[in-house]
């Protein structure tokens, strides 16, 4: 059976070998993230099996969400030029789908746990998130997830999931949990409204997850807003005052600025009698589609950028976000173990004062107890006697290390917890508190000159990352490309390799 971090360099070998083909500066990307683990698995933030290259998707990712009916299927059906998904006027899927390119037969459905099990994929041991919202979760991981296939050339190159309505979700927590980590993995959001809704405010608390929540983002401007089945509105004698009750919904949740599409599916569209309204309505629809489209199609480039700064972030997060939290967290063990010790030692000193004096064992100054004389008889007696005080002093000190670490532990919990940092910040305490590492000495497992020095260049090297992809990108000279090393080959394999 080979080796955890045998498997981990399997991977890593396999992704490489993808990204020499697709994409050279992401390739040395994976060198960027190998400094990277090397630097967390020293300090306990990463196991010896863990990188993080599977935690991140490495294929541009498009994530499609709303609420139920909203159109999402009918969308990703005319986008690919198939019908791949299931539609109706009622929830017909409760299942986050995972859609990606292959040349076989489309509409073939694997469960959940083709997903889970694969770093190559989003949602990789989405299973642990799910165990965190209820006990039990993360075995039905079948239930929430699936992974669908489809030959349609404009999904090459790209994955997209499709998403269930979360309005009136029995497993609402669990949902929104997958829905937070998709939208944290994606490169592109597209989150759908149903413009037959006759009241967007009966959907705040949906309003209030899918805009509130993400317009503070710092890449919020990878979210775009979409009125689907505007042609439903088109009887109406003022269809643009639906369009505007929306807009004022969504303003209320922060939408104040950003891109906000009026579409319809032209393959299931309503039937419009008015000429005029109807080349109106499909002049914005077609517009609107296009622009959407677009994004998508282009999607390989924000996909790139995000992974350089994925990069970028991991390595400052650790130096300016899990150092602190550690050295504090180091800094409160050491505090508290020094207390705990004096109390203790100083508690049982005093006993033995009390002891030794009130049964006589003073003469003076001099401590002459006759079991003292007695053990002197006896070979090596005495030397027996410091040995056993010896461990007794240490055990007893190495269970107050533990104590007071436990004590700790509820702190670095909450703080990892409210940090949302990639790494273990338990398992890194863990390792700064364990048998082998001072109490009174030394800095923190793993973090020296060394690991410093391996940051600062992993921050460096993305800097001219960033360079080599604003220079496949993008042409200000106007002179002809030699290359475009940002361009994926039309060869270009799936991430199923089929």
């Known amino acids: 059976m080979s080796a955890p971090t045998d498997i981990i360099d399997k991977r890593l070998k396999q992704l490489q070998d993808h990204l020499e083909q697709e994409n050279p500066v992401l390739l040395d990307a994976v060198k960027g993230f190998r400094d990277l683990d090397r630097v967390a698995q020293g300090m306990g933030l990463l196991a010896k099996n863990e990188s993080f290259t599977t935690q991140i998707p490495w294929w541009p990712l498009i994530s499609i969400l709303g609420t139920f009916s909203a159109g999402k299927s009918t969308f990703i059906n005319h986008f690919l030029g198939h019908a791949l998904q299931r539609t109706g006027n009622q929830a017909v899927d409760d299942r986050f789908t995972v859609i990606c390119y292959s040349h076989g037969d489309s509409g073939q459905a694997l469960p959940g746990v083709a997903l889970n099990s694969d770093p190559r994929f989003p949602l990789y041991q989405i299973s642990k998130d799910l165990e965190t919202v209820a006990m039990g979760e993360g075995e039905r991981i079948d239930a929430y997830l699936q992974l669908k296939v489809s030959p349609s050339e404009r999904l090459r190159g790209r994955i997209l999931i499709d998403s269930p309505g979360f309005d009136a979700d029995a497993q609402r927590d669990a949902t929104l949990r997958i829905v937070d980590q998709i939208i944290d993995l994606s490169d592109l959001v597209l989150v759908f409204f149903d413009a037959r809704h006759p009241e967007p405010g009966a959907m705040r608390d949906t309003l209030q997850h899918l805009v509130g929540g993400t317009m503070n983002r710092a890449d919020s401007g990878k979210f775009l807003y979409i009125l689907n089945q505007i042609d439903a509105t088109a009887r109406e004698d003022n269809p643009e005052d639906v ?149 007794i002093g240490i055990g007893a000190h190495f269970g107050i290390r533990r104590l007071a670490a436990l004590t700790v532990l509820p702190w670095v919990r909450r703080r990892a917890a409210s940090e949302d940092l990639r790494g273990d910040l338990v398992a890194a305490f863990r390792a700064n508190t364990g048998k082998l590492h001072s109490v009174l000495l030394g800095g923190l497992v793993g973090w020296g000159p060394g690991a410093r020095r391996r940051l600062e260049n992993v921050r460096e090297e993305c800097d001219a990352y960033v360079q080599t992809l604003n220079d496949s990108f993008t042409n200000p000279s106007g002179r002809h490309p030699t290359a475009t090393a940002g361009t994926a080959p039309p060869a270009a394999q799936s991430p199923l390799g089929t």
């Not at 080349?279 to 999607?299: A, C, N, P, S």
């Not at 150092?323 to 004096?342: F, G, Y």
Request: aromatic share 10%; glycine share 8%; proline share 3%.
């Open 243 to 391: 369009v505007a009750a929306w807009q004022r919904a969504l303003g209320m949740h922060g939408l104040t600025a950003g891109r906000f599409y009026t579409i319809y599916s032209p393959d299931v569209a309503n039937s419009i009698d008015d000429p005029a309204k109807r080349l109106r309505f499909e002049t914005k629809r077609d517009g609107d589609l296009k622009e959407i489209h677009g994004r998508m199609e282009g999607v390989e480039v924000e996909r790139a950028y995000r992974i350089v700064a994925t990069l970028d972030k991991t390595a400052k997060d650790i130096r300016e976000r899990a150092v602190p939290i550690l050295s504090e967290a180091v800094a409160r063990w050491r505090r508290r173990t020094l207390i705990l010790d004096a109390v203790v030692f100083g508690l049982l000193l005093a006993l033995f004062e009390y002891w030794s004096i009130s049964s006589g064992h003073w003469k003076g100054l001099s401590y002459e107890p006759e079991w003292l004389e007695t053990l002197k008889t006896v070979r090596y007696g005495p030397q027996i006697l410091a040995g056993l005080l010896a461990a």
